[in-house]
């Protein structure tokens, strides 16, 4: 994958390293290569991170998420006419990956494609033996590409659930906990559709800290919340008490979630293939063959994208003043998902506003660059995916007439970097692995 203005961004202080750190770890996050550098195959066995599993019958792909066409292509590449078929849920559907259905779903919110398309995949496993190999591809988007809704419960109550739940601001953890309790087929309820010995998740993360129940709500781990956590949940956003009584009757009496030490668990190897620490590691790597030392500080990065901003620039200058906690050159690398707090009219997203934020608190330093991006292509919402910056941003935009500040307060990130071109344009990637943040740092 590549950045379209690259020719551009290059020519800013340190663009060319920035932007090629950036180019390796949406190489990183690309789901064939994930699955391609985690499956092989030898003859009717095939390995999957160093694990074997004999091929008894055939082998089925089914899968949701944003990323999990590409995957499914890899899966068919590699694995030749082992596989025999299956049914793989996307945000464009159409076509096929050899003998594999691409099915359209709905994202972000589940409609009557998402539940015409759910039905066709438990439809499909149906028809796989015990015998069989299935593998389950999932990445971010699943929950809302895949859904089948519990009895008494329709995917519109599901879909507002949400959405109020969203609007109140409830958590990844706290959301997912009550979809669970509404579903047919997430917090682990999948693995009772499927009547294989042996299931093989592989899994893109776009969740910080790659809980496997969060990511498109764990249709195939234990689940680790539980019923009175929903509903306590509920309660806590004052929706409890809004919900019809056929709705509560479920959350409080249905069918739970598979949870640690089910039996069922026994026939599931769930594999992360890619995450925001694979892509970390893959941009330092190429920035320690250019002569930067690197220091990843974190995968886990959240909070308010304009205090992180400042956060981590306080940390870049106490490499410049102090050598802590490390010399230059140096490279700083953070990734994980920061918030915006959305007070003004602007465009812009959490990236843009971190690196806007980063670029105020480095004023005049010269010797620092940075960049900030999301691996999914999208920041907020504008066009751009990030920006690159350095500590001549805050004096190059006022000989111009643009105060910082008043664009950062306005949440108007993008329509500032736009104007300097320094916003980073990517398109949609296809995958999505949170954010990845670069800081170089010269010595002089």
């Known amino acids: 994958m590549s950045i379209r203005n690259r020719e551009s961004l290059v020519k800013l202080p340190r663009g060319e390293v920035l932007t090629k750190a950036l180019e390796e770890a949406l190489a990183a996050a690309d789901p064939y290569t994930a699955v391609a550098s985690s499956v092989r195959r030898r003859g009717d066995v095939v390995e999957v991170g160093g694990k074997a599993v004999e091929v008894g019958g055939g082998i089925h792909v089914v899968g949701f998420g944003k990323a999990s066409g590409k995957m499914a292509e890899a899966l068919v590449d590699l694995l030749g006419d082992l596989v025999r078929g299956g049914v793989v849920i996307t945000p464009t559907g159409g076509g096929r990956a050899g003998p594999i259905e691409l099915v359209k779903g709905d994202h972000p919110i589940p409609k009557d494609n998402t539940l015409s398309a759910s039905r066709r995949l438990v439809e499909y496993l149906e028809g796989v033996g015990e015998r069989d190999l299935v593998f389950v591809v999932i990445s971010g988007g699943g929950s809302a590409l895949f859904e089948l809704p519990e009895d008494g419960i329709q995917l519109e109550d599901i879909a507002h659930i949400s959405g109020e739940l969203m609007k109140r601001g409830a958590d990844i953890v706290e959301l997912n906990a009550v979809r669970k309790r509404l579903s047919r087929v997430k917090g682990g309820k999948l693995l009772k559709f499927i009547k294989a010995r042996h299931v093989v998740s592989l899994i893109v993360s776009d969740v910080v800290g790659d809980r496997l129940d969060t990511i498109a709500s764990g249709p195939t781990a234990p689940d680790g919340t539980t019923r009175e956590f929903a509903i306590r949940v509920l309660k806590k956003y004052g929706l409890w008490e809004e919900l019809p009584p056929r709705i509560r009757a479920v959350i ?34 190429y920035l320690k063959g250019v002569g930067y030392s690197p220091l990843i500080l974190t995968s886990m990065l959240e909070g308010e994208a304009r205090e992180a901003g400042r956060v981590l620039a306080s940390v870049a200058k106490s490499v410049v003043y102090h050598g802590v906690p490390g010399r230059p050159p140096l490279a700083l690398l953070a990734g994980g998902e920061t918030v915006v707090t959305v007070r003004g009219g602007g465009r812009g997203g959490r990236n843009q506003e971190l690196c806007l934020s980063f670029a105020l608190a480095v004023r005049g330093m010269r010797n620092i660059s940075a960049a900030c991006m999301g691996t999914d292509g999208v920041d907020g919402n504008s066009p751009a995916a990030g920006a690159v910056v350095d500590g001549g941003v805050v004096e190059e935009a006022e000989a111009r007439g643009l105060d910082p500040l008043e664009y950062l307060n306005n949440n108007d990130s993008y329509t500032f970097f736009n104007q300097l071109g320094r916003a980073i344009i990517t398109g949609y990637t296809g995958t999505n692995v949170n954010d990845v943040f670069i800081a170089v740092i010269d010595s002089t």
């Not at 668990?265 to 925001?276: D, E, G, Q, R, S």
Request: proline fraction near 3%; aromatic fraction near 2%; hydrophobic fraction near 40%.
């Open 252 to 285: 409080e009496s249905g069918g739970d979630t598979v949870k640690e030490g089910d039996p069922v668990l026994a026939k599931v190897w769930n594999i992360i293939v890619a995450n925001n620490l694979t892509s970390l590691r893959s941009a330092g790597g």
